[in-house]
T-cell receptor, first 112, second 114 residues
Framework: DAKTTQPTSMDCAEGRAANLPCNHS???????VYWYRQIHSQGPQYIIH???NNETNEMASLIITEDRKSSTLILPHATLRDTAVYYC?????????????FGSGTRLSIRP | DSGVTQTPKHLITATGQRVTLRCSPR?????VYWYQQSLDQGLQFLIQ???????AKGNILERFSAQQFPDLHSELNLSSLELGDSALYFC?????????????FGEGSWLTVV
């Protein structure tokens, strides 16, 4: 799996949009971008994934650049409960043994 | 609630002992994954099973073993425990072997070795 680069930490004011960047410059054509988050010592929670088109669900939006070398996860109206470590992962979901390999992630702090 | 159930939630045991962690995947999921999270190493992939067969292996120690049973639940066996094995152990599951429908995690089992 290709590696990703994320800021170690970020903060955002409550109610504002949180934009979390991720670089994946060595991503290959069949690799998807996945985002997970882990709220203090809880199980990692799936947020969203995409291949090349922008995606949106009830939790977040995912913006992938045209060259697919980077992406941004957007939490539109951050709340205190969004404080967590966010992981950007690239993987081929349909390979024979496609486990998720986690990096260090971005520690997002939401301030009141 | 992800639908993945892990037991026990907390476990304290002594060095040299053996423990078994249990995981019940989401209904219908055939693939089970085990991860270890310790303070200094983040989330480490250990092993994956699909429909009873081992599919992928990560940084799993020889003292650790796992299996997936016909009813699809899985157990992670940790033996000759050392202080450094103290960690949070997560189980995850997905529908397909290749996880096309993404992977969902349980809430983990806290293991403390004293």
């Amino acid at each position: 799996d290709a590696k990703t680069t994320q800021p170690t930490s970020m903060d955002c004011a409550e109610g504002r949009a949180a934009n979390l960047p991720c670089n994946h410059s060595t991503i290959s054509g069949n690799e998807y971008v996945y985002w997970y988050r882990q709220i203090h010592s809880q199980g990692p929670q799936y947020i969203i994934h995409g291949l090349k088109n922008n995606e949106t669900n009830e939790m977040a939006s995912l913006i992938i650049t045209e060259d697919r070398k980077s992406s941004t996860l957007i939490l539109p109206h951050a709340t205190l409960r969004d404080t967590a470590v966010y992981y950007c992962i690239v993987r081929v979901p349909y390979s024979s043994a496609s486990k998720i390999i986690f990096g260090s992630g971005t520690r997002l702090s939401i301030r009141p | 609630d992800s639908g993945v159930t892990q037991t026990p939630k907390h476990l304290i045991t002594a060095t040299g002992q053996r423990v078994t962690l249990r995981c019940s995947p989401r209904s219908g999921d055939l693939s089970v994954y085990w991860y270890q999270q310790s303070l200094d190493q983040g989330l480490q992939f250990l092993i994956q099973y699909y429909n009873g067969e081992e599919r992928a292996k990560g940084n799993i120690l020889e003292r650790f073993s796992a299996q997936q049973f016909p009813d699809l639940h899985s157990e992670l066996n940790l033996s000759s425990l050392e202080l450094g094995d103290s960690a949070l152990y997560f189980c995850a599951s997905s529908v397909q072997e290749s996880s096309g429908n993404t992977i969902y995690f349980g809430e983990g089992s806290w293991l403390t070795v004293v």
